[in-house]
């Protein structure tokens, strides 16, 4: 079982507001009947409602289970009993589930072995047409690749006229041309095109990064335009980046890779549209990284997920490409460590690093971030600017977000200056500190509602 | 000579300069978008696969080891919980209770607790110890957090900043030099006293009662013959807390020529031992020792002549005269025609200097009345150290006809942290069911204060107290101030542990 701390379970919140509701139940006067289990704890709280709420916790996990009505997820019922949890285990008696308990455990448990079941078994029978499907594909081919050359087209147009005609023009132009790669079932584009607002309004050096980002759209344009002469793993990331859609049934099918998986740093981002969640995990055994990727339409919460600093035993199925690395979880069981990664699988130089990075880029150009996993790390301050730095003297600068405020002296604080062990994540430009490693714990750096 | 082709990240920023204008601007080695936007790929792909990491030599100075422990992991996690919805009398409370187990913040949650800390108005010197050397470290690489740190000392410039500072500057500088070095601070009001304005002068009188000694005396004598009323009244506060002031000597002497004493004859029949006889004009000279000549109606004058000269004078001097002890001397004074007055000033002067004998006096005589005046009680407890607050709170909780709902106030007006042994006598004395409603909300108003000072050990009985005083009445409020109470007592249990 693990042990959970107040920083790991923060780390889990949807959003502040959540965490500081978890925070006002993180006391055991409000709660009754505290109990635990080896894989679960549970507790009742009073609400508005005339009965409590039921709340249980997949200890493994860190996945929660609440009779209350909130669509969030984690409820703050459920961060509370977790806050309770780290702050003393001893509260909770060890005693047999309650029913309310061991029905929700074992439904999980039933639900993961259906998904295996699913998994093992052989491709459903071929479509009853075969032609009709074949004739589908190739519409939907042809949609895209009018998609291809339209955004080609506003492409050359936008070069022609000059970056900073297209800082000026009208706010809805680029969102226009987004609109019609949607339409033209290419999504991928869709989501290059607003990106390139976004730059072109990104302050400081827009410029320089609003052309990057345009050259790498360029290179995939031209590898969409030659996709039948493309070897297939590179086909298959360039129809990933266009925004072809694998099953997760097809990919669940592929081939697995066992191994003990470290979830050595997660992070959250929100846009207007879309809330994603990212999951670095690395393979202990085969040194491999692999990328879990959960989406959430606007408000609604995210699905349960792997919890940071979590160890899992597990067979993950990844996307096939040039570059494997986002992954789905085939059949994962806790594999009860505490998470902590040992140094010795961190690189011990940036150059080291880099080195990886820029492997990962040649198989795959368009990737738009990579885990740099980096031991005896400094903080250093030059040029008003905040860096990470190796013992060589090599350093990276960090993400504007961890230029000033809590974030960076968070990281500042829990590193005491002292050589420290760091998932950062690194978009070829500035470095995202994720997830603080010491001897004895693991720090979350990002997270809905660290401070 | 040759020169070398660009870095890839300098030819990036080159082509993001022609792509700024757009190829129709001709002009460009790149002439159509298709050339320039290959050229970007191949520059961009060629920066982010060769990134060269740039050298920096200023590492951040490591934080200086501290071999204090951090605090127990519950306490750590209640700590977090309270910065949520910050309180300051809690977390200066958790900083106190790490402090004397010898225990300090985690490093990773200084942060949010010095974030915090230096917006405060009144920032508590033991919560910034609580973050250990972490604290310093931190503040010395965060601007926001260094004036804060600094206030605690006297900065190398005082004198000078004295002399140029703006009068709220100069008025927080005497503050600070007065706590830690009181003949310096003295030195410094009178230094730019000649020049200084009236209610600048007022000001700096009233901060000299913080430490003051004889050394003082002189200098605040001489201010007696200021022209202004306010600095000549700052200046009688401030005396009257000196016990062998000249000022209150002059009281003591005027005092006895006020108390005239019966004769054995007059005694015999049963007259009054003494009787009070204020002057019936005011001698001129008195002025500068804060007597008012102008004050309401000739009698209502000469009751505020006596109650300002019995709250100055030595209280010794009723017991030269009258031969009687301090609980006679009450009780004859209360039959007095200047019995308001008299004792006014009584409950002026034992708030002033304390002792156990008169407050004792005191309080019997106001527990004897038919209206008990509450206030006045609690006003005296709430004005002398703790020990003798608790004696005079709990001669008051046992005194049969107290009502309830007061006995909340009274027990309240011990502002302190509790002793155990009061807390243990006083809270069964509490329990008793209050009548009306307004009583009701004036019990959970006290009990709210109570939540921030009782010993966080009594919690539980404090509670059962309340219930059964409220009849299990509950609101918002009350769960709040039980919360609190008891989140003071997990505080005390984490810490334990």
Known sequence: ?451 | MTTSPPTPTLRLRQLAVAALLGTDRGGIAEASPQRLLDAAALAGAQARAGFKPRRVADRVPPCPTDTTPIAPRAAMATLQRMLTRPDPLLIEEWAELAQARGVRVAPAVVPALLAWWSTQPRRSPRIFAACGKTGPWLASLNPAWQRPVATETIPDDADALWGTGTPPERLALLRTVRAMAPARALAMVQSTWASDGAAERQSFVKELAVNCTADDEPFLESTLDERSRGVRHAAVGVLAGLPDSRFRQRMTDRLRAMIIVQGRAKRLIGKAAFTLEPPKALDPTWLRDGFDDKAGEAKGRRATWLQHTVAHAHRSVWLETTGLSASAVVAALAKDDYAQAALAGLFQSVMALPDPQWAAALVDHALDQKRIDVDSLSDLIAGVPQELAEQLALRCLKHASMPPADRWVLAAAVQHRWSTAFAAAAIPTLAAPVAANRSADRVSTVFAELSWIVPPQTAEPLIQALHAALDGEDNAFIRESISRLQLRSEMYKEFAT
């Open chain 1, 1 to 451: 079982m693990r042990d959970w701390t107040t920083d790991q379970v923060l780390a889990l919140a949807p959003d502040a507001a959540s965490a500081s509701a978890g925070q006002g139940l993180a006391s055991e006067k409000k709660w009754s009947s505290l109990g635990r289990s080896d894989r679960a704890a549970w507790g009742l709280c009073q609400g508005s409602g005339k009965d409590p709420y039921q709340t249980r916790v997949d200890l493994a996990e860190g996945t929660c289970k609440c009779s209350c009505p909130s669509r969030k997820f984690p409820c703050k019922h459920g961060l509370g009993l977790l806050l309770v949890l780290a702050k003393n285990a001893g509260v909770f008696k060890q005693i047999a589930e309650p029913g309310w308990v061991a029905e929700w455990l074992d439904g999980r448990a039933a639900r993961a072995e259906k998904a295996v079941a699913k998994a093992n078994t052989p491709p459903r029978e071929a479509p009853a047409d075969p032609a009709a499907q074949a004739k589908r594909a190739a519409q939907r081919d042809a949609r895209v690749m009018d998609g291809v050359a339209g955004c080609c087209l506003w492409l050359e147009d936008l070069l022609r006229r000059g970056l900073a005609a297209a800082q000026t023009a009208a706010d809805g132009e680029l969102e226009r041309v987004a609109a019609r790669m949607v339409d033209a079932q290419a999504p991928g584009l869709a989501v290059w095109v607003r990106r390139t607002a976004e730059l072109l309004a990104s302050g400081d050096g827009w410029e320089v990064r609003t052309l990057d980002h345009l050259g790498r759209l360029h290179l995939l344009l031209k590898a969409a335009e030659r996709l039948a002469q493309l070897p297939p793993d590179l086909t298959a990331e360039v129809r990933t980046a266009l925004g072809y859609n694998q099953s997760k049934d097809d990919v669940l099918a592929g081939p697995g890779v066992s191994d003990r998986w470290l979830a050595l740093g997660q992070i959250i981002e929100d846009d207007d549209r879309l809330r994603t969640r990212r999951t670095w995990l690395l393979g202990r055994r085969t040194a491999r990284w692999a990328l879990l990727l959960d989406f959430a339409p606007g408000s609604a919460p995210l699905p349960a997920g792997i919890a940071p600093a979590t160890e899992l035993t597990a067979e993950l199925a990844f996307y096939p490409g040039n570059l494997p690395c986002r992954a789905l979880v085939n059949s994962a069981q806790p594999a009860g460590g505490t998470g902590l990664a040992p140094a010795s699988s961190a690189d011990q130089s940036i150059e080291q690093a880099l080195a990886r990075y820029a492997n990962a880029l040649a198989a795959n150009p368009w990737i738009a971030r990579w885990p740099l996993f980096l031991n005896s790390l400094q903080l250093a301050n030059a040029g008003n600017r905040w860096w990470i730095a190796d013992p060589a003297g090599d350093t990276l600068p960090l993400a504007p977000a961890f230029q000033a405020g809590p974030p960076l002296w968070r990281l500042l604080a829990a590193s005491e200056g002292r050589p420290m062990c760091l998932l950062v994540e690194w978009d070829g430009f500035t470095a995202v500190p994720l997830t603080l490693f010491d001897d004895q714990a693991c720090l979350p750096l990002t997270g809905g509602a660290l401070p």
